[in-house]
């Protein structure tokens, strides 16, 4: 079902310059996950009209919405994303993954590694120990990318000390026993992704 759902939406995403990621029914919420085609930020006025959209959609095909009651929920994919097809896992070449495998499948079921490649009916792990791992899509379960929380707030720490180090020199050509103090900037980096809610 959400095949076809997604063959319907993803125009309605593409007129207002947005790409669908994903499309995924959890529980009694149809999630639908899109991002500015252009990689820009993504706005909440786009996300609203997309999401309009597409309920208008649900309730012209009603073949298409799920049988039982759900809330649908349009936003962005967020630090972490769910890896479902072979473009997701392209796109995620390089980066760190978290996979669990079909029941079944050989070796270990979850594990983290580096997605070296991405292929058209597997994809290749290279494991912590260096040993590398490939899988059939049908044998990944579930996968989706690791964000470094750690780097990110080493990063962030970093940065601010930078900030304090400029902001705390002395201006140039200037005698700091004047006693003037440098001017303090501060810059906001906490972004939150936009969402959509409609209750159907």
Same mark, same amino acid.
């Given at each position: 079902?959400?095949?076809?759902?997604?063959?319907?939406?993803?125009?309605?995403?593409?007129?207002?310059?947005?790409?669908?990621?994903?499309?995924?029914? +959890?529980?009694?919420?149809?999630? /639908?996950? %899109?991002?500015? #085609?252009? @990689?820009? *930020?993504? !706005?909440?006025?786009?996300? $609203?009209?997309?999401?309009?959209?597409?309920?208008?959609?649900?309730?012209?095909?009603?073949?298409?919405?799920?049988?039982?009651?759900?809330?649908?929920?349009?936003?962005?994919?967020?630090?972490?994303?769910?890896?479902?097809?072979?473009?997701?896992?392209? +796109?995620?070449?390089?980066?760190? /993954?978290? %996979?669990?495998? #079909?029941? @079944?499948? *050989?070796? !270990?079921?979850?594990?983290? $590694?580096?997605?070296?490649?991405?292929?058209?009916?597997?994809?290749?792990?290279?494991?912590?120990?260096?040993?590398?791992?490939?899988?059939?899509?049908?044998?990944?379960?579930?996968?989706?990318?690791?964000?470094?929380?750690?780097?990110?707030?080493?990063?962030?720490?970093?940065?601010?000390?930078?900030?304090?180090?400029?902001?705390?020199?002395? *201006?140039?050509?200037?005698?700091?026993?004047?006693?003037?103090?440098?001017?303090?900037?501060?810059?906001?980096?906490?972004?939150?992704?936009?969402?959509?809610?409609?209750?159907?």
């Amino acid at each position: 079902m959400t095949d076809e759902i997604e063959q319907a939406v993803a125009p309605l995403c593409a007129a207002v310059g947005l790409e669908l990621v994903d499309v995924e029914l +959890r529980h009694k919420t149809l999630l /639908v996950t %899109v991002e500015d #085609a252009a @990689g820009r *930020e993504l !706005d909440l006025e786009r996300v $609203a009209e997309v999401a309009r959209a597409i309920s208008t959609l649900l309730d012209e095909r009603e073949e298409l919405a799920p049988r039982a009651p759900f809330e649908l929920e349009v936003s962005s994919p967020g630090v972490e994303r769910r890896l479902r097809r072979p473009e997701h896992f392209r +796109r995620a070449t390089g980066s760190t /993954v978290a %996979v669990r495998t #079909a029941p @079944g499948t *050989e070796g !270990d079921r979850r594990f983290e $590694a580096v997605l070296e490649q991405a292929e058209e009916d597997a994809a290749r792990f290279r494991l912590p120990d260096g040993a590398e791992r490939r899988l059939a899509y049908g044998e990944i379960e579930r996968a989706h990318t690791v964000f470094d929380w750690r780097a990110a707030l080493a990063a962030a720490s970093k940065a601010d000390q930078q900030i304090d180090e400029i902001d705390e020199a002395p *201006e140039a050509g200037h005698d700091p026993a004047v006693g003037a103090s440098a001017g303090h900037t501060q810059s906001g980096r906490t972004s939150r992704p936009t969402r959509e809610r409609e209750s159907r």
